[in-house]
Protein backbone atom coordinates (compact mmCIF):
# COMPACT_ATOMS: atom_id res chain seq x y z
CA UNK A 1 0.00 0.00 0.00
CA UNK A 2 2.56 2.41 0.58
CA UNK A 3 4.58 1.90 -2.31
CA UNK A 4 0.81 2.42 -4.26
CA UNK A 5 0.54 5.61 -2.53
CA UNK A 6 4.53 6.97 -3.44
CA UNK A 7 4.09 5.30 -6.74
CA UNK A 8 0.65 7.73 -7.23
CA UNK A 9 2.36 10.60 -5.87
CA UNK A 10 5.15 10.27 -7.92
CA UNK A 11 2.91 9.53 -11.27
CA UNK A 12 0.65 13.03 -10.58
CA UNK A 13 3.42 15.12 -10.25
CA UNK A 14 5.31 14.39 -12.97
CA UNK A 15 2.22 14.49 -15.12
CA UNK A 16 1.03 17.82 -14.03
CA UNK A 17 4.57 18.87 -14.86
CA UNK A 18 4.50 17.19 -17.87
CA UNK A 19 1.78 18.22 -19.31
CA UNK A 20 1.56 21.75 -18.29
CA UNK A 21 5.61 22.29 -19.89
CA UNK A 22 3.85 20.88 -23.14
CA UNK A 23 1.13 22.97 -22.82
CA UNK A 24 3.63 26.09 -22.23
CA UNK A 25 4.76 25.02 -25.90
CA UNK A 26 1.66 24.46 -27.27
CA UNK A 27 -0.50 27.16 -26.33
CA UNK A 28 2.04 29.97 -28.13
CA UNK A 29 2.46 27.27 -31.06
CA UNK A 30 -1.20 27.36 -32.03
CA UNK A 31 -1.69 31.14 -31.25
CA UNK A 32 1.19 31.68 -34.34
CA UNK A 33 -0.53 29.56 -36.57
CA UNK A 34 2.35 26.43 -36.01
CA UNK A 35 1.46 23.32 -36.61
CA UNK A 36 1.35 20.76 -34.31
CA UNK A 37 1.59 17.12 -35.12
CA UNK A 38 1.46 15.61 -31.64
CA UNK A 39 0.54 16.13 -27.69
CA UNK A 40 2.09 13.46 -25.85
CA UNK A 41 2.10 12.80 -21.77
CA UNK A 42 4.94 9.90 -21.62
CA UNK A 43 6.98 8.60 -24.34
CA UNK A 44 5.57 6.16 -27.50
CA UNK A 45 7.97 4.61 -28.74
CA UNK A 46 6.97 2.22 -31.04
CA UNK A 47 3.73 2.16 -29.78
CA UNK A 48 1.27 4.25 -27.48
CA UNK A 49 -1.81 3.53 -24.60
CA UNK A 50 -3.70 5.92 -25.74
CA UNK A 51 -4.59 8.54 -28.52
CA UNK A 52 -7.00 10.31 -30.58
CA UNK A 53 -6.56 12.30 -33.19
CA UNK A 54 -8.62 15.73 -33.19
CA UNK A 55 -8.01 18.45 -36.30
CA UNK A 56 -4.68 18.24 -36.73
CA UNK A 57 -2.94 17.54 -33.85
CA UNK A 58 -2.86 13.61 -32.43
CA UNK A 59 -3.33 13.28 -28.82
CA UNK A 60 -1.84 10.33 -26.68
CA UNK A 61 -0.21 8.66 -23.71
CA UNK A 62 2.94 6.78 -23.78
CA UNK A 63 4.22 3.71 -22.38
CA UNK A 64 8.02 5.44 -21.26
CA UNK A 65 7.35 7.57 -18.20
CA UNK A 66 10.77 9.56 -19.22
CA UNK A 67 9.08 12.69 -19.95
CA UNK A 68 6.66 13.77 -22.92
CA UNK A 69 6.31 16.38 -25.90
CA UNK A 70 5.04 18.12 -28.35
CA UNK A 71 5.67 17.39 -32.31
CA UNK A 72 5.83 20.83 -34.01
CA UNK A 73 6.07 20.66 -37.91
CA UNK A 74 9.38 22.08 -38.85
CA UNK A 75 11.13 21.91 -35.98
CA UNK A 76 14.64 19.80 -35.45
CA UNK A 77 13.82 18.10 -32.11
CA UNK A 78 13.67 14.82 -30.50
CA UNK A 79 11.70 13.37 -33.53
CA UNK A 80 14.85 14.25 -36.18
CA UNK A 81 12.65 14.15 -38.90
CA UNK A 82 14.82 14.94 -41.06
CA UNK A 83 12.83 13.76 -44.32
CA UNK A 84 10.29 16.32 -43.65
CA UNK A 85 13.29 18.76 -43.38
CA UNK A 86 14.47 18.38 -46.23
CA UNK A 87 11.11 19.65 -47.91
CA UNK A 88 10.97 23.21 -48.68
CA UNK A 89 9.45 25.05 -45.51
CA UNK A 90 5.81 25.45 -45.33
CA UNK A 91 4.08 28.99 -43.47
CA UNK A 92 2.75 26.37 -41.11
CA UNK A 93 5.83 25.59 -39.65
CA UNK A 94 8.25 26.32 -36.96
CA UNK A 95 10.85 26.86 -39.25
CA UNK A 96 8.69 29.84 -41.37
CA UNK A 97 8.18 31.57 -38.38
CA UNK A 98 10.02 34.87 -37.69
CA UNK A 99 12.52 34.47 -34.55
CA UNK A 100 10.60 36.06 -31.65
CA UNK A 101 7.72 34.08 -32.28
CA UNK A 102 9.82 30.98 -32.18
CA UNK A 103 11.79 32.26 -29.25
CA UNK A 104 8.52 32.48 -27.42
CA UNK A 105 7.19 28.98 -28.39
CA UNK A 106 10.49 27.78 -26.67
CA UNK A 107 10.46 29.69 -23.81
CA UNK A 108 6.78 28.65 -23.43
CA UNK A 109 7.29 25.69 -21.58
CA UNK A 110 9.69 27.11 -18.65
CA UNK A 111 7.69 30.40 -18.49
CA UNK A 112 4.66 27.95 -17.17
CA UNK A 113 6.82 25.95 -14.94
CA UNK A 114 8.02 29.06 -13.13
CA UNK A 115 4.55 30.17 -12.83
CA UNK A 116 3.10 26.95 -11.68
CA UNK A 117 5.37 26.83 -8.56
CA UNK A 118 5.08 30.60 -7.99
CA UNK A 119 1.02 30.03 -8.30
CA UNK A 120 1.80 26.55 -5.85
CA UNK A 121 3.80 28.99 -2.95
CA UNK A 122 0.70 31.68 -3.33
CA UNK A 123 -1.78 29.04 -3.16
CA UNK A 124 0.18 26.78 0.02
CA UNK A 125 0.69 30.38 1.68
CA UNK A 126 -2.78 31.45 1.52
CA UNK A 127 -4.06 27.34 2.42
CA UNK A 128 -1.53 26.26 5.19
CA UNK A 129 0.79 29.57 6.13
CA UNK A 130 4.00 29.31 7.28
CA UNK A 131 4.60 27.05 10.57
CA UNK A 132 7.60 27.69 12.44
CA UNK A 133 9.46 27.78 15.78
CA UNK A 134 10.88 31.52 16.84
CA UNK A 135 14.81 30.37 16.74
CA UNK A 136 14.91 32.00 20.40
CA UNK A 137 12.53 29.16 21.73
CA UNK A 138 15.11 26.65 20.45
CA UNK A 139 16.37 27.18 24.14
CA UNK A 140 18.84 24.07 24.61
CA UNK A 141 20.09 24.38 20.67
CA UNK A 142 19.69 21.84 18.04
CA UNK A 143 20.43 17.73 18.18
CA UNK A 144 23.27 17.23 15.39
CA UNK A 145 22.61 14.09 13.91
CA UNK A 146 25.21 14.01 11.62
CA UNK A 147 28.95 12.90 12.02
CA UNK A 148 30.32 15.00 9.53
CA UNK A 149 28.62 17.98 11.12
CA UNK A 150 30.07 17.61 14.06
CA UNK A 151 33.28 16.27 12.61
CA UNK A 152 33.47 19.95 11.10
CA UNK A 153 32.53 21.55 14.45
CA UNK A 154 28.78 21.61 14.96
CA UNK A 155 27.65 19.81 18.25
CA UNK A 156 24.13 18.99 19.67
CA UNK A 157 23.29 21.97 22.21
CA UNK A 158 24.78 24.68 19.78
CA UNK A 159 22.08 27.39 19.01
CA UNK A 160 22.27 28.32 15.64
CA UNK A 161 22.81 32.25 15.41
CA UNK A 162 23.71 32.83 11.71
CA UNK A 163 24.32 30.91 8.49
CA UNK A 164 26.57 32.19 5.70
CA UNK A 165 25.86 35.60 7.48
CA UNK A 166 21.84 35.25 7.50
CA UNK A 167 20.54 35.59 10.86
CA UNK A 168 18.26 32.64 11.95
CA UNK A 169 15.34 33.94 12.75
CA UNK A 170 13.09 30.57 12.19
CA UNK A 171 13.38 27.30 12.78
CA UNK A 172 12.20 25.42 10.22
CA UNK A 173 13.12 22.51 7.98
CA UNK A 174 14.46 24.59 5.17
CA UNK A 175 17.16 25.52 7.84
CA UNK A 176 18.81 21.98 7.16
CA UNK A 177 19.25 22.89 3.72
CA UNK A 178 20.47 25.99 4.50
CA UNK A 179 23.19 24.60 6.69
CA UNK A 180 24.29 21.95 3.81
CA UNK A 181 25.17 24.38 0.93
CA UNK A 182 26.35 27.07 4.09
CA UNK A 183 30.67 28.19 4.21
CA UNK A 184 30.35 29.24 7.40
CA UNK A 185 27.90 28.54 10.44
CA UNK A 186 27.96 31.04 13.65
CA UNK A 187 26.64 29.35 16.79
CA UNK A 188 26.17 30.20 20.15
CA UNK A 189 27.58 27.45 22.65
CA UNK A 190 27.43 27.70 26.73
CA UNK A 191 26.92 31.83 26.09
CA UNK A 192 30.29 32.26 23.46
CA UNK A 193 29.27 32.56 19.64
CA UNK A 194 32.12 30.67 17.85
CA UNK A 195 32.10 30.56 13.90
CA UNK A 196 32.37 26.90 12.27
CA UNK A 197 33.64 26.93 8.68
CA UNK A 198 32.40 23.91 6.73
CA UNK A 199 34.72 21.99 4.13
CA UNK A 200 34.51 22.28 1.10
CA UNK A 201 33.61 19.08 0.14
CA UNK A 202 31.26 18.65 2.91
CA UNK A 203 28.13 18.26 0.41
CA UNK A 204 30.41 15.03 -0.55
CA UNK A 205 30.72 13.84 2.71
CA UNK A 206 27.20 14.10 3.65
CA UNK A 207 26.28 12.37 0.78
CA UNK A 208 28.78 9.66 1.47
CA UNK A 209 27.03 8.67 5.28
CA UNK A 210 24.45 6.12 5.54
CA UNK A 211 22.09 8.82 7.84
CA UNK A 212 21.16 11.55 5.61
CA UNK A 213 19.98 13.78 8.79
CA UNK A 214 21.82 17.00 9.88
CA UNK A 215 19.97 18.79 12.81
CA UNK A 216 16.41 19.13 13.86
CA UNK A 217 14.93 19.71 17.65
CA UNK A 218 16.27 18.02 20.49
CA UNK A 219 13.19 15.55 21.83
CA UNK A 220 12.17 13.79 24.83
CA UNK A 221 12.61 10.16 25.52
CA UNK A 222 9.05 8.76 25.14
CA UNK A 223 8.53 4.83 25.38
CA UNK A 224 7.25 3.42 22.17
CA UNK A 225 8.54 -0.24 22.58
CA UNK A 226 10.65 -3.24 23.26
CA UNK A 227 13.21 -5.44 22.15
CA UNK A 228 11.96 -9.13 22.17
CA UNK A 229 15.23 -9.50 24.99
CA UNK A 230 14.48 -6.33 26.68
CA UNK A 231 14.71 -6.50 30.44
CA UNK A 232 12.43 -3.53 31.19
CA UNK A 233 9.31 -4.70 30.03
CA UNK A 234 7.96 -5.26 33.52
CA UNK A 235 9.21 -2.31 34.74
CA UNK A 236 8.47 0.14 32.00
CA UNK A 237 5.46 0.95 29.51
CA UNK A 238 4.77 2.32 26.46
CA UNK A 239 4.68 6.74 26.42
CA UNK A 240 6.95 7.19 29.89
CA UNK A 241 8.74 9.63 29.56
CA UNK A 242 12.45 9.72 31.15
CA UNK A 243 12.70 12.08 33.67
CA UNK A 244 16.28 11.60 34.82
CA UNK A 245 18.39 8.71 35.70
CA UNK A 246 20.84 8.06 39.21
CA UNK A 247 20.22 11.57 39.65
CA UNK A 248 21.07 12.88 36.45
CA UNK A 249 18.55 14.85 34.21
CA UNK A 250 17.60 13.21 31.12
CA UNK A 251 15.31 15.80 28.99
CA UNK A 252 16.40 14.77 25.89
CA UNK A 253 16.73 11.80 24.10
CA UNK A 254 20.40 12.62 22.81
CA UNK A 255 21.64 12.52 26.01
CA UNK A 256 20.51 8.83 26.60
CA UNK A 257 23.59 7.20 24.94
CA UNK A 258 26.23 8.89 27.07
CA UNK A 259 24.25 8.74 30.15
CA UNK A 260 23.21 4.72 29.50
CA UNK A 261 27.05 4.00 28.22
CA UNK A 262 28.34 4.69 31.88
CA UNK A 263 26.36 2.05 33.38
CA UNK A 264 26.86 -0.93 30.97
CA UNK A 265 25.99 -3.80 32.98
CA UNK A 266 24.22 -2.54 35.85
CA UNK A 267 21.20 -1.89 37.49
CA UNK A 268 19.68 2.10 37.79
CA UNK A 269 17.23 4.40 39.15
CA UNK A 270 15.25 6.52 36.76
CA UNK A 271 12.43 8.61 37.50
CA UNK A 272 9.86 8.64 34.63
CA UNK A 273 6.41 10.54 34.16
CA UNK A 274 3.56 8.08 33.68
CA UNK A 275 0.27 9.91 33.37
CA UNK A 276 0.96 12.99 34.41
CA UNK A 277 3.04 11.72 37.61
CA UNK A 278 6.61 11.00 38.71
CA UNK A 279 7.31 7.58 38.53
CA UNK A 280 10.46 5.42 39.66
CA UNK A 281 11.76 2.31 38.10
CA UNK A 282 14.56 0.22 38.55
CA UNK A 283 16.07 -0.29 35.20
CA UNK A 284 18.81 -2.73 33.57
CA UNK A 285 21.30 -1.11 31.10
CA UNK A 286 22.53 -4.41 29.04
CA UNK A 287 26.31 -4.51 28.34
CA UNK A 288 26.16 -2.43 24.78
CA UNK A 289 24.70 0.81 27.18
CA UNK A 290 21.21 0.10 25.74
CA UNK A 291 17.52 -0.32 27.67
CA UNK A 292 16.14 -2.12 24.85
CA UNK A 293 13.71 0.64 24.50
CA UNK A 294 12.27 2.14 20.84
CA UNK A 295 12.26 5.93 21.61
CA UNK A 296 8.58 6.95 19.87
CA UNK A 297 8.41 9.84 17.60
CA UNK A 298 6.41 12.97 19.01
CA UNK A 299 4.03 14.96 17.62
CA UNK A 300 4.20 18.83 17.51
CA UNK A 301 1.08 19.21 20.07
CA UNK A 302 2.33 16.74 22.12
CA UNK A 303 5.39 18.51 22.08
CA UNK A 304 3.67 22.10 23.13
CA UNK A 305 1.45 20.56 25.53
CA UNK A 306 4.92 19.21 27.18
CA UNK A 307 5.97 22.63 27.09
CA UNK A 308 9.46 21.96 25.00
CA UNK A 309 8.07 24.03 22.25
CA UNK A 310 6.31 26.65 20.76
CA UNK A 311 5.39 26.08 17.30
CA UNK A 312 3.85 29.23 15.43
CA UNK A 313 1.37 29.34 12.28
CA UNK A 314 0.94 32.13 10.88
CA UNK A 315 -2.00 32.53 8.52
CA UNK A 316 -2.44 34.82 5.57
CA UNK A 317 -5.09 36.63 3.25
CA UNK A 318 -5.49 35.56 -0.08
CA UNK A 319 -3.21 39.22 -1.40
CA UNK A 320 -1.17 39.08 1.20
CA UNK A 321 -0.53 35.37 0.32
CA UNK A 322 0.86 36.95 -3.33
CA UNK A 323 3.71 38.59 -2.47
CA UNK A 324 5.00 35.71 0.09
CA UNK A 325 4.32 32.82 -2.33
CA UNK A 326 6.86 34.52 -5.14
CA UNK A 327 9.57 35.10 -2.28
CA UNK A 328 9.29 31.30 -1.70
CA UNK A 329 9.41 30.85 -5.26
CA UNK A 330 12.01 33.25 -5.80
CA UNK A 331 14.00 31.82 -2.71
CA UNK A 332 13.80 27.92 -3.95
CA UNK A 333 14.97 29.15 -7.49
CA UNK A 334 18.36 30.90 -6.04
CA UNK A 335 18.89 27.79 -3.67
CA UNK A 336 18.35 25.36 -6.79
CA UNK A 337 21.06 27.87 -8.90
CA UNK A 338 23.78 27.47 -6.08
CA UNK A 339 22.93 23.51 -5.99
CA UNK A 340 23.47 23.48 -9.55
CA UNK A 341 26.71 25.08 -8.92
CA UNK A 342 28.02 22.89 -6.83
CA UNK A 343 27.17 20.19 -8.19
CA UNK A 344 29.40 21.14 -11.61
CA UNK A 345 32.26 22.16 -9.05
CA UNK A 346 33.40 18.68 -8.76
CA UNK A 347 35.92 19.73 -4.74
CA UNK A 348 32.78 19.47 -3.35
CA UNK A 349 31.64 16.62 -4.28
CA UNK A 350 27.40 17.71 -4.77
CA UNK A 351 27.53 15.24 -7.89
CA UNK A 352 27.36 12.25 -5.79
CA UNK A 353 23.92 13.56 -4.58
CA UNK A 354 22.41 13.68 -8.55
CA UNK A 355 19.81 10.97 -9.09
CA UNK A 356 16.87 9.96 -11.52
CA UNK A 357 13.78 8.87 -11.38
CA UNK A 358 13.89 6.60 -8.31
CA UNK A 359 15.57 9.23 -6.30
CA UNK A 360 12.27 11.77 -6.86
CA UNK A 361 10.08 8.85 -6.33
CA UNK A 362 12.00 8.60 -2.79
CA UNK A 363 11.20 12.08 -2.13
CA UNK A 364 7.43 11.00 -1.71
CA UNK A 365 5.83 10.04 1.75
CA UNK A 366 4.39 6.56 1.93
CA UNK A 367 1.38 8.54 3.03
CA UNK A 368 -0.76 10.69 1.39
CA UNK A 369 -0.23 14.72 2.09
CA UNK A 370 -1.64 17.43 0.12
CA UNK A 371 0.65 19.58 1.59
CA UNK A 372 3.68 17.92 1.22
CA UNK A 373 2.58 16.81 -2.63
CA UNK A 374 2.18 20.38 -3.43
CA UNK A 375 5.53 21.34 -1.68
CA UNK A 376 7.34 18.85 -3.97
CA UNK A 377 5.73 19.54 -7.07
CA UNK A 378 6.73 23.10 -6.86
CA UNK A 379 10.19 22.11 -6.32
CA UNK A 380 10.22 19.95 -8.94
CA UNK A 381 8.57 22.61 -11.10
CA UNK A 382 11.45 25.10 -10.51
CA UNK A 383 14.19 22.36 -11.29
CA UNK A 384 12.95 21.11 -14.57
CA UNK A 385 12.35 24.68 -15.60
CA UNK A 386 15.80 25.37 -14.94
CA UNK A 387 17.46 22.62 -15.95
CA UNK A 388 15.21 22.83 -19.59
CA UNK A 389 17.19 26.43 -19.31
CA UNK A 390 20.63 25.10 -19.74
CA UNK A 391 22.25 25.98 -23.06
CA UNK A 392 22.45 22.10 -23.63
CA UNK A 393 21.35 21.46 -27.36
CA UNK A 394 18.28 19.29 -27.87
CA UNK A 395 16.79 21.32 -24.58
CA UNK A 396 14.55 24.47 -24.63
CA UNK A 397 17.55 26.05 -23.55
CA UNK A 398 19.68 24.97 -26.51
CA UNK A 399 17.09 26.23 -28.98
CA UNK A 400 16.99 29.91 -27.25
CA UNK A 401 20.33 29.89 -27.28
CA UNK A 402 20.66 29.28 -30.76
CA UNK A 403 17.43 31.42 -31.30
CA UNK A 404 19.15 34.68 -29.65
CA UNK A 405 22.00 34.04 -31.37
CA UNK A 406 20.22 34.34 -34.65
CA UNK A 407 18.70 37.28 -33.18
CA UNK A 408 21.22 39.35 -32.52
CA UNK A 409 23.88 38.31 -35.45
CA UNK A 410 20.84 38.20 -38.13
CA UNK A 411 22.49 34.38 -39.48
CA UNK A 412 20.08 31.80 -39.04
CA UNK A 413 21.87 28.64 -38.22
CA UNK A 414 21.57 26.52 -41.21
CA UNK A 415 19.38 22.88 -40.81
CA UNK A 416 22.49 20.90 -41.12
CA UNK A 417 23.87 21.93 -38.11
CA UNK A 418 21.18 21.92 -35.95
CA UNK A 419 20.68 18.31 -37.05
CA UNK A 420 24.25 17.63 -35.23
CA UNK A 421 24.04 20.12 -32.44
CA UNK A 422 20.34 18.44 -31.53
CA UNK A 423 22.43 14.96 -31.92
CA UNK A 424 25.11 16.19 -29.64
CA UNK A 425 22.45 16.92 -27.01
CA UNK A 426 21.22 14.08 -27.14
CA UNK A 427 24.71 12.33 -26.19
CA UNK A 428 24.72 15.04 -23.74
CA UNK A 429 21.47 14.32 -22.21
CA UNK A 430 21.76 10.49 -22.39
CA UNK A 431 24.59 10.55 -20.65
CA UNK A 432 23.68 12.85 -17.72
CA UNK A 433 20.09 10.19 -17.75
CA UNK A 434 22.68 7.69 -16.83
CA UNK A 435 24.64 8.84 -14.46
CA UNK A 436 21.87 9.89 -13.01
CA UNK A 437 19.86 6.91 -12.96
CA UNK A 438 22.84 5.21 -11.94
CA UNK A 439 24.04 6.64 -8.87
CA UNK A 440 20.33 5.60 -7.92
CA UNK A 441 21.10 2.06 -8.66
CA UNK A 442 24.43 2.50 -7.14
CA UNK A 443 23.13 3.74 -4.06
CA UNK A 444 21.05 0.90 -4.28
CA UNK A 445 23.41 -1.72 -3.91
CA UNK A 446 25.50 -0.34 -1.46
CA UNK A 447 22.71 0.89 0.35
CA UNK A 448 23.10 4.97 1.33
Excluded at 154 to 171: H, N, R, S
Excluded at 225 to 249: W, Y
Aim: glycine share 8%.
Amino acid sequence: MEIAIKLSQFLLSLSILIILHELGHFIPAKLFKTRVEKFYLFFDIKYSLLKKKIGETEYGIGWLPLGGYVKISGMIDESMDTEQMAQEPQPWEFRSKPAWQRLIIMLGGVTVNFILAFLIYIGMTFFYGEKYINNSNVKDGVWVHNQELEKAGIQTGDKLVAIDGKPVEKFEPSVNMEVLMAKTVVVNRNGQEKTINLPNNFIGKFIDQDKKGLIGLRLPFVVAGFAEDSPNKEQLKPKDIFVSVNGQQLKYFDQSKALFAAYKGKKVSAIVMRNGKETPVSLSVNQEGKLGVAPAEITEANLEKLGYYKFNTETFGFFESIPIGIEKGFTQLENYWKQLKLIFNPSTGAYKGVGGFHAIYNVFPDSWSWEIFWSITALLSIMLGVMNLLPIPALDGGHVMFLLYEMISGKKPSDKFMEKAQLVGFVLLISLLLFANGNDIYKAIVGK
